[in-house]
Nanobody, 114 residues
């Protein structure tokens, strides 16, 4: 199982970014996906998750600003981030969980700064 994350970068406060995480080698129909983030000096935290059935949940800090979605045809999960704040600055990691695997992608840096 492999995950390939992309889409990070530098954006001004109030801006938007979309992260992507493409999965391969998994039974996608049995796979839950999530995005986590880790800021310097802080613990890794859950940002958003989507189950194989399409149910979603979000951290309170991103509700109304971030949207997680999955494209089953492309076995890819997305995190659309809008209204970005400096406190959203972190390395973002995608995570895959299935009955057989718990896999982390490489992190992608998101920096929100003026």
């Amino acid at each position: 199982v492999q995950l390939q994350a992309s889409g990070g970068g530098v954006v001004q406060p109030g801006g938007s970014l979309r992260l992507s995480c493409a999965a391969s080698g998994t039974r996608w129909s049995r796979t839950d996906m999530a995005w986590y983030r880790q800021a310097p000096g802080k613990q890794r935290e859950l940002v958003a998750a989507v189950t194989s059935a399409g149910s979603t949940n979000y951290a309170d800090s991103v509700k109304g600003r971030f949207t997680i979605s999955r494209d089953d045809a492309k076995t890819t999960v997305y995190l659309q981030m809008s209204g970005l704040k400096p406190e959203d600055t972190a390395v973002y990691y995608c995570n895959l969980r299935s009955p057989w695997h718990n896999v982390w992608g490489q992190g992608t840096q998101v920096t929100v700064s003026s």
